[in-house]
T-cell receptor, first 112, second 116 residues
Framework: QKEVEQDPGPLSVPEGAIVSLNCTYSNSAFQYFMWYRQYSRKGPELLMYTYSSGNKEDGRFTAQVDKSSKYISLFIRDSQPSDSATYLCAMSGFTGGFKTIFGAGTRLFVKA | SAVISQKPSRDICQRGTSLTIQCQVDSQVTMMFWYRQQPGQSLTLIATANQGSEATYESGFVIDKFPISRPNLTFSTLTVSNMSPEDSSIYLC?????????????FGEGSRLTVL
């Protein structure tokens, strides 16, 4: 079993739709949860960062963490074609040293 | 966040040769990492580049294949040695928070290697 599971997609939605991206994980030691956005032929860029359980909102983006279910989500409201990218979840915690583990990434296409 | 420059951005290499990738950061950073991203797959940590000492390699990666240098707090190199087509991948330099790693990482644009 992988430490982090993420559906690779692709996920195709019309412009304006609400997008839900999700990851599950198995290591209860993870405490820090991140979402990265990666455009084609670019490096990943940090989009959202949360610590422990709860919600965090930043503009059209909302990150949710449910540690009891080992489940994290990223919601994108009013999706735009410019949101088309690969979204990678990532998490870390003290597991004998801090190491960031990434999901496989979900490819998102937002159609105009 | 730090600005990270990598070069080359892409290269096509012959089997059996070696290539060195450079990573330059615009500020001093404590934590610097090298990742590999194979097509359609997740980012995999190759090693942590330690300033002034040998790099710390993850399981499945060895120094003879991926020698790393870190001469100061702003620069590192990763060499991919004796390349085979299986080494075709994107190699990414990454830095962590200078105050210690809490998981937030910042990435360079990546170096896309194709081995023929």
């Amino acid at each position: 079993q992988k430490e982090v599971e993420q559906d690779p997609g692709p996920l195709s939605v019309p412009e304006g739709a609400i997008v839900s991206l999700n990851c599950t994980y198995s290591n209860s030691a993870f405490q820090y949860f991140m979402w990265y956005r990666q455009y084609s032929r670019k490096g990943p860029e940090l989009l959202m960062y949360t610590y422990s359980s709860g919600n965090k909102e930043d503009g059209r983006f909302t990150a949710q963490v449910d540690k009891s279910s080992k489940y994290i989500s990223l919601f994108i409201r009013d999706s735009q074609p410019s949101d088309s990218a690969t979204y990678l979840c990532a998490m870390s915690g003290f597991t004998g040293g801090f190491k960031t583990i990434f999901g496989a990434g979900t490819r998102l296409f937002v159609k105009a | 966040s730090a600005v990270i420059s990598q070069k080359p951005s892409r290269d096509i290499c012959q089997r059996g040769t070696s290539l060195t990738i450079q990573c330059q950061v615009d500020s001093q950073v404590t934590m610097m990492f090298w990742y590999r991203q194979q097509p359609g797959q997740s980012l995999t940590l190759i090693a942590t580049a330690n300033q002034g000492s040998e790099a710390t390699y993850e399981s499945g990666f060895v120094i003879d294949k991926f020698p790393i240098s870190r001469p100061n707090l702003t620069f590192s190199t990763l060499t991919v040695s004796n390349m085979s087509p299986e080494d075709s991948s994107i190699y990414l330099c990454s830095v962590g928070q200078s105050s210690g790693s809490t998981g937030e990482l910042f990435f360079g644009e990546g170096s896309r290697l194709t081995v023929l």
